[in-house]
C-alpha cells in the first residue's frame, strides 16, 4: 500500500510517503508555512518516488492537538485529495504518536499550548500494549509539576529545560511523521474514514481564567 503522511500539528511540517515497505521523508525548511509547503512536498516526495497521486491508498494525518493553523490547512489539504481520488484519510492522535514504541507503564504525552497551559493525555501499559487511561485534556504547569511517572514532551525547547529543572522524569521527543504513518498501517481497519464531513481536528479546550 502507499500512503501519504503529513505531520502539520507544529510549527514545522513534515511530509512522508510509505511505498510499500519503503518510508521516505520530507521536511519544510520554513517555519508557519504549512499552507504554501505542503502541496509543494507533498508533489516533490511522490514524484521522488516515481508515484502519481493516483498510486496513494490513504492519506494519514497528525489529528492534533497542536496548531491550530497548522492541523486546520493539513486536514482541509488531505480532505481535499482523499474526495479526489476517492481513498480513506487515516487520522492519528498526535499524543498516540508521542506514545509509539514507549513501553513506561505508565506515561504521560505532554504537548506544549501556549502561556502556562499545555495538553495531556494519560497510557498505561496492559498486556504489552499501552492504552490511553485518560480522556485528552488541557492543564496548567502547577498541576502536573508532581507527577511521578515517565513523560514524554514536545514544544520549544526552552519550556522543555523549565520542567526539567523541576525533576519530573521528563524526555523531549520529536514529532514523527513516521510514527504517524506506522500507527496508521498498523490499524488502518479501524482508523480510516471516508466520512470527511465529520472529520476535524482535535482541538483541546483551554481553561478559562476567571
Same mark, same amino acid.
Given at each position: ?32 508555512? %504549512? ?58 492522535? %498526535? ?41 485528552? /485534556?488541557?492543564?496548567? /504547569? ?69
Amino acid at each position: 500500500m502507499n500512503f501519504l503522511g503529513i505531520e502539520s500539528s507544529s510549527r514545522k511540517l513534515s511530509v512522508g510517503l510509505m511505498k510499500e515497505k519503503s518510508f521516505s521523508e520530507l521536511n519544510s525548511e520554513k517555519i508557519n508555512d %504549512t499552507a504554501n509547503s505542503l502541496p509543494q512536498l507533498s508533489k516533490k516526495i511522490i514524484s521522488n518516488a516515481s508515484l502519481d497521486f493516483e498510486d496513494l491508498d490513504a492519506i494519514c494525518i497528525s489529528a492534533g492537538p497542536g496548531s491550530f493553523t497548522g492541523l486546520r490547512v493539513g486536514m482541509s489539504y488531505a480532505k481535499g485529495i482523499a474526495m479526489a481520488l476517492d481513498i480513506p484519510i487515516v487520522p492519528v492522535s %498526535t499524543f498516540d504518536s508521542l506514545a509509539y514504541n514507549n513501553l513506561s507503564e505508565e506515561l504521560s504525552t505532554l504537548i506544549y499550548s501556549h502561556g502556562n497551559t499545555f495538553y495531556i493525555c494519560k497510557y498505561n501499559l496492559d498486556n504489552g500494549i499501552l492504552l490511553k487511561s485518560s480522556e485528552p /485534556k488541557s492543564i496548567l /504547569k502547577e498541576n502536573f509539576l508532581e507527577l511521578s511517572h515517565n513523560i514524554v514532551f514536545n514544544g520549544p525547547m526552552n519550556i522543555f529545560e523549565d520542567l526539567k529543572a523541576n525533576n519530573l522524569k521528563i524526555e523531549f521527543k520529536d514529532l514523527s511523521v513516521n510514527n504517524i504513518i506506522k500507527i496508521a498501517h498498523q490499524n488502518f481497519k479501524l482508523l480510516k474514514t471516508k466520512s470527511l464531513d465529520n472529520l476535524v481536528p482535535e482541538y483541546v479546550g483551554n481553561f478559562e481564567v476567571k
